[in-house]
Antibody, heavy 118, light 110 residues
Framework: EVQLVESGGGLVQPGRSLKLSCAASGFTFSNYYMAWVRQAPKKGLEWVATISTSGSRTYYPDSVKGRFTISRDNAKSSLYLQMNSLKSEDTATYYC???????????WGQGVMVTVSS | DIVLTQSPVLAVSLGQRATISCRASQSVSISSINLMHWYQQKPGQQPKLLIYRASNLASGIPARFSGSGSGTDFTLTIDPVQADDIAAYYCQQSRESPWTFGGGTKLELK
């Protein structure tokens, strides 16, 4: 059974940093692209970052480019999201997701809440 | 960026058919491959993949869910609607980065 478990969320002040983690199990982690998708309170879904199987290639939308960094450790079956220069508009539930075939997000974690506020 | 537009709310009766639409600002099809996908999200839960490439049922999804469409216009159909289907439904395109989602359609009981 595929499982994705996020951790590391919490309350952080604007301009500060936070790092999210995602522990994966139930599949061969190193064979899949992985992603982060977020959802602001009562809002829709927004893709945040994707990383290739080896970690050599990363992709971001303009809204987070230069502030967020996605990374992975295949030996630990773990995915990370380093978030710097956080803004109030980054407040959201962040989901770790398997990015299958560069197309769908076919498995999702339960999500972790990040609140950016002074 | 490709913008996906969905109606915010759809009210249906149990046992009836629900048709949820998604319109893209430009084509999301390449040759005969329709790069549109659908997700279900129940309150307090993570999204779940329902349909990929417009019409293919994801693993474990009941046959009362189906999808259709091509180019810029896509439809998710639930027939018949059951109480467990009350949720928000999102379309998502993978034609080009940034991958984008529709704003979601909340399925409510009439």
């Amino acid at each position: 059974e595929v499982q994705l478990v996020e951790s590391g969320g919490g309350l952080v002040q604007p301009g500060r940093s936070l790092k999210l983690s995602c522990a994966a199990s139930g599949f061969t982690f190193s064979n899949y692209y992985m992603a982060w998708v977020r959802q602001a309170p009562k809002k829709g879904l927004e893709w945040v970052a994707t990383i290739s199987t080896s970690g050599s290639r990363t992709y971001y939308p303009d809204s987070v480019k230069g502030r967020f960094t996605i990374s992975r450790d295949n030996a630990k079956s773990s995915l990370y999201l380093q978030m710097n220069s956080l803004k109030s508009e980054d407040t959201a539930t962040y989901y770790c997701a398997r990015h299958a075939h560069w197309e769908t997000f076919d498995y999702w974690g339960q999500g972790v809440m990040v609140t950016v506020s002074s | 960026d490709i913008v996906l537009t969905q109606s915010p709310v759809l009210a249906v009766s149990l046992g009836q058919r629900a048709t949820i639409s998604c319109r893209a600002s430009q084509s999301v099809s390449i040759s005969s491959i329709n790069l549109m996908h659908w997700y279900q999200q129940k309150p307090g839960q993570q999204p779940k993949l329902l349909i990929y490439r417009a019409s293919n049922l994801a693993s474990g999804i009941p046959a009362r869910f189906s999808g259709s469409g091509s180019g810029t216009d896509f439809t998710l159909t639930i027939d018949p609607v059951q109480a467990d289907d009350i949720a928000a439904y999102y379309c998502q395109q993978s034609r080009e980065s940034p991958w984008t989602f529709g704003g979601g359609t909340k399925l409510e009981l009439k």
